[in-house]
């Protein structure tokens, strides 16, 4: 277990074909908020950029209203008006887009000012909505929305600017255990380059021509197992082929080829849409809990295997359910990892079929390459070719 408690905790949560960082922010801000009324005053004195004495309050997080899903709302008293503020949070993403019921196009930021402004009761209530974002998103400053609900786009190293300020000078011996707390989710944040630009290190810089060379053999390992793995075995499921080593956003964890039921070869198609993988390369996220690492969480595993989405339990549990294939899976292990978890699309209803094994065991032997393509070719030979696995799958 990882000395910092947050990080610790982010190795445990759900998150199959997503990387939900901003739910798991969202709780741990809220609860700062909740347990540290005095920093509460503080960030929202700093949003609203006046001293606020906050009294009774309640805080809520994923809160549903008519045109979302909000991440925090915080309501308060102050001179007997009831205050109400939603933050959106993002980190590596953006507020999104739709079409509303008239067919024009608006923005989330924009749904959630005017509904505050449809709940606003001059001098009974003021409402207020917030962005919280890694970086300034262009377009949502303050004074380009000109929502009189809108606060502006505030950014994670604000947040961990205040709450460094706080901690340095909080005196309260009552407060030691919270401010501990505190410190690790701003040592977290910093650790998910979420609070600002931190000074080199001389081991960051000490490893900078190491790792120049490690890309070029990755990148030489993963042109050879694309070259490897032809799609002719899979025509028939109408597979497409993607070749994963570009490091976009959505796919950047995955290098080697992924054989999928997506549309389009473009990355987002891959990681979002398709439900079914055919995965072959190295798998280099220590976050991710559907491929479980073999070993240091920080080595990359080398990973084949089929990975098939549900988008209901009850669509998965009819799969699970038959005798054959229930049987056949069984058959699979222990030579196979086989899991399967049942949630809702964004955080379960999956089933992984797969051998992975650290490149860390690959350091002791001859022809690292010879090995590992032959330990690929030996899961996609078995895996494609034994009983129908993709065709129960499938169908």
């Known amino acids: 277990m990882d000395s910092n408690l947050f990080l610790s905790l982010f190795e445990y949560r759900p998150r199959p074909n997503r990387r939900p960082l901003e739910d798991f922010v969202t709780e ?26 906050v009294d009774k309050f309640t805080i809520a997080t994923q809160l549903p209203v008519s045109r979302g899903i909000i991440d925090v709302a915080i309501t308060w008293i102050e001179n ?6 939603f933050l959106e949070h993002k980190v590596w993403s953006s507020p999104w887009e739709y079409e509303n019921d008239e067919g024009i196009k608006e923005d989330q930021i924009t749904a959630y000012c005017k509904y505050q402004a449809e709940q606003t009761i001059p001098g009974v209530t003021n ?30 190293w604000d947040i961990s600017r205040l709450l460094s300020e706080h ?18 989710f701003v040592d977290f944040m910093r650790r998910k380059n979420m609070a600002g630009f931190e000074d080199f290190t001389l081991a960051e810089l000490s490893s900078i021509l190491f790792f120049r060379s490690y890309k070029e053999k990755l990148n030489s390992l993963v042109g050879r197992i694309c070259e490897t793995f032809k799609s002719k075995e899979l025509d028939k499921y109408r597979l497409r082929k993607y070749e994963s080593w570009r490091e976009t956003e959505s796919l950047r964890d995955y290098w080697g080829v992924i054989f999928h039921d997506g549309g389009k070869d473009a990355a987002s198609t891959v990681a979002e849409e398709a439900g079914l993988w055919v995965f072959l390369g190295l798998f280099t996220n220590t976050e991710e809990d559907y491929f479980p690492k073999s070993a240091d969480s920080n080595i990359p595993d080398i ?41 809702d699309r964004d955080s379960g209803n999956y089933i992984v079929i797969g051998k992975q094994e650290s490149l860390l065991n690959f350091v002791q032997r001859n022809n690292h ?22 065709d129960k799958l499938i169908a």
């Not at 005095?38 to 949003?47: K, P, Q, S």
């Not at 007997?80 to 503020?85: M, Y």
């Not at 098939?308 to 359910?321: G, H, I, N, R």
């Open 28 to 53: 741990c801000i809220a609860y700062i908020f909740q347990n540290d009324i005095a920093f509460l005053g503080i960030y929202l004195g700093f949003l609203l950029r006046r001293n606020i004495l």
């Open 80 to 85: 007997d008006v009831r205050n109400s503020l």
């Open 127 to 156: 409402n207020y909505v917030a962005l919280i974002s890694n970086f300034l998103v262009p377009g949502y400053s303050k004074e380009e929305k000109m929502h009189d609900a809108y606060l502006g786009n505030f950014t994670w």
């Open 167 to 184: 901690i340095r000078g909080n005196n309260d011996q009552n407060q030691n255990a919270l401010a501990k707390i505190e410190k690790e």
């Open 303 to 343: 990973f084949g295997g089929i990975i098939k989405w549900f988008e209901t339990a009850e669509e998965m549990s009819t799969v699970l359910s038959n005798l054959r294939t229930s049987q056949l899976l069984t058959g699979l292990e222990p030579q196979f990892n086989v899991s399967s978890k049942v949630g």
């Open 369 to 390: 390459e010879l090995e590992i393509l032959a330990l690929l070719k030996n899961v996609y030979d078995q895996l494609i070719d034994r009983k129908g696995i993709l």
